[in-house]
């Protein structure tokens, strides 16, 4: 027998107010219902440390589903820092909302330990990426924008300069153009309170995509010139999740990405680079996105999905 009307009238506003209290704790938002990155500790970019060099002496941390992480730890691969910056990869716990080690680190089970260790201010938010160093038995900076800056200075680095100086206005522009439209972007989409909220998130969302496409069409490879940038390092993250977990969860799905043949092809590129693959982890994507965050996907149900490397190396068919 079907509920009756009334019945599914007070579920709904039940499970309505339940929804912003979670959202909440999960998103912070604005009086309008635009979700707002909550700040975070050790943000300030620290100068290039004497013993940058020294073999273990810095750890960087991340974890596999975070694109914030994911920026570091492509700037990490594509410079080969591996020879002087330990990675450690970190474990998200659900149950608990944090971020956990394998293994003990520095002491810490968890990376909130680690933060309080760090002398984070009290109720920090522990996020990755965050680079510690051994030497000062601290965490030196974990605010993805300023780490990757610091890697890119990094000396004894094998791979490009990523902040070349002939593209440095265009690369500036391009970050901060997707630093809110693009990789903020999606979270104001999925975390937006209210339709207005989202409807002005979506539009931003797609109008800067939108935009990256012409810029790519012209014939650069790379979306701030000739040569890979800090730019392209920032918005790969973004498009590498877009079919798996953006579109679905988030609602980003206006325009496939098959519809923006230069950017289809941009990310094509950048995922054929040496050593980018590795960072990329489809099936924790979807299980850390769809098994965690409650409020968007109550069931916990983990969809399937194709293999990452398939849907990036096929070529979309022709309308």
Do not use: K
């Amino acid at each position: 027998m079907a509920p009756s009307a009334a019945l599914v009238r007070t579920a709904r506003c039940l499970w309505q107010w339940e929804w912003q209290q979670l959202m909440g704790g999960l998103g912070p938002a604005d009086a309008a219902g635009n979700y707002r990155r909550p700040a975070g500790a050790f943000t300030a970019r620290p100068p290039v440390p004497p013993n940058a060099s020294e073999p273990g002496a810095h750890v960087l941390i991340v974890g596999r589903s975070c694109p914030w992480a994911h920026r570091a730890w492509l700037l990490w691969c594509l410079r080969q820092l591996g020879s002087c910056i330990e990675l450690v990869v970190v474990d998200p716990d659900p149950a608990a909302g944090r971020w956990r080690f394998a293994e003990p680190f520095e002491g810490c089970s968890t990376l909130a330990e680690l933060y309080s260790q760090s002398g984070a201010p009290r109720g920090s938010r522990a996020t990755v990426p965050a680079l510690y160093s051994r030497s000062e038995g601290r965490l030196v900076v974990s605010e993805s924008a300023r780490l990757i800056e610091l890697l890119n200075q990094w000396p004894s680095a094998q791979g490009p300069d990523l902040d070349p100086p002939a593209q440095q206005a265009s690369t500036h522009h391009w970050r901060e153009r997707l630093q809110t439209a693009v990789n903020d972007g999606v979270y104001r989409c999925g975390f937006a309170r209210n339709q207005t909220a989202y409807d002005r998130a979506e539009a931003a969302l797609f109008d800067a995509l939108r935009e990256a496409e012409r810029t790519l069409s012209e014939g650069s490879p790379w979306l701030s010139g000739p040569q890979l940038s800090l730019a392209d390092v920032v918005l790969f993250p973004t498009l590498i999740r877009l079919e798996l977990v953006y579109a679905p969860l988030f609602g980003c799905s206006r325009t496939p990405l098959w519809q923006l043949p230069a950017l289809w092809a941009w990310r094509r590129r950048f995922f054929a680079l040496p050593g980018v693959e590795g960072t990329c982890s489809d099936s924790a994507w979807r299980r850390d996105y769809f098994g965690a965050l409650f409020p968007l996907n109550p069931s916990g149900i983990v969809p399937a999905g194709p293999p990452l490397a398939t849907l990036v190396n096929s070529t979309p068919a022709a309308p």
